[in-house]
């Protein structure tokens, strides 16, 4: 029993450790797009907010933005 215990585990971390090289292999991806997007004059901070507020649910993105809008007035930003 130990054995198929052990395969099974060593599976498991082994499953793992591929899961993990290609998420970055995937961050790798993500930022080379990011920085082929700046070379081309987009600000990839403005860009990094737009594709955390797709998602986004819409509703949670309306609460956030009417929130930031109290905010911004409450400070005389508005």
Do not use: H, S
Not at 39 to 48: L, S
Not at 64 to 69: F, G
């Amino acid at each position: 029993m130990a054995d198929a215990t052990d395969d099974r585990l060593r599976l498991l971390i082994e499953r793992i450790e591929r899961l993990e090289e290609e998420k970055k292999g995937t961050a790798d991806d993500i930022r080379d797009v990011y920085a082929e997007a700046k070379a081309v004059g987009y600000d990839t901070k403005i860009m990094r907010q737009i594709v955390r507020l797709r998602k986004m649910k819409p509703n949670d993105r309306e609460e956030q933005e009417t929130i930031l809008e109290t905010y911004k007035n409450a400070l005389g930003m508005g």
